[in-house]
């Protein structure tokens, strides 16, 4: 089991780029969430996914999109790069709502 | 709307009792959870606590909450430098979304 992972380990973008971060489990888990984490704050959730083909906001929606077409994977969509999404980005996926989430590593991304 | 509060630093020496301490404000609250960051890493679950329990031990590990004042603990006893990293609690609203604290980062003095 590789768990959760994710891609890039690192991104620079400029401002007005578009790009998609990738997150993939092999646990066979129907919840999925994207994550950023930024100095001094709690982790933030972007959107979050309760099964293949279904896609909710979380509380910093804006500037991102999401899909999940397939159990395994949940891309991240920056659709016009800003220097406020510059951040660390988390994936994680779980087997239910109160149960424990596994994260992925975690993705570096800088605009500037 | 639901918020949860720690402090951001710890400073401790090796060997002794790591106290971090976490307020949150939803009362309909079901679990709370301790995650652990080390440096470069993603969040790992440390232990957590159903709502209707007041203590919870796990080996060096003990989570004590007072629902009354809201507020959660988590005790590290004989603190290790292997346990330096940053400490996030974690609530769970009335949608099952997690509202996440700030984080405290534990620093270990030898």
């Known amino acids: 089991n590789a768990g959760v992972t994710q891609t890039p380990k690192f991104q620079v973008l400029k401002t007005g780029q578009s790009m998609t971060l990738q997150c993939a489990q092999d646990m066979n888990h129907e919840y999925m969430s994207w994550y950023r984490q930024d100095p001094g704050m709690g982790l933030r959730l972007i959107h979050y996914s309760v099964g293949a083909g279904i896609t909710d906001q979380g509380e910093v929606p804006n500037g991102y999109n999401v899909s999940r077409s397939t159990t395994e994977d949940f891309p991240l969509r920056l659709l016009s790069a800003a220097p406020s999404q510059t951040s660390v980005y988390f994936c994680?996926?779980?087997?239910?709502?109160?149960?424990?989430?596994?994260f992925g590593p975690g993705t570096r991304l800088t605009v500037t | 709307g639901e918020d949860v509060e720690q402090s951001l630093f710890l400073s401790v020496r090796e060997g002794d009792s790591s106290v971090i301490n976490c307020t949150y404000t939803d009362s309909s609250s079901t679990y709370l959870y301790w995650y652990k960051q080390e440096p470069g890493a993603g969040l790992q679950l440390l232990t957590y606590i159903f709502s209707n329990m007041d203590m919870k031990q796990d080996q060096r590990l003990t989570v004590l909450l007072n629902k009354k004042d809201k507020h959660l603990s988590l005790r590290i006893a004989d603190t290790q430098t292997g346990d330096s990293a940053i400490y996030f609690c974690?609530?769970?609203?009335?949608?099952?979304?997690?509202?996440w604290g700030a984080g405290t980062k534990l620093i270990i003095k030898p």
């Open positions: 994680a996926s779980s087997s239910g709502k109160n149960y424990e989430q596994y």
């Open positions: 974690a609530e769970t609203d009335s949608n099952y979304q997690l509202i």
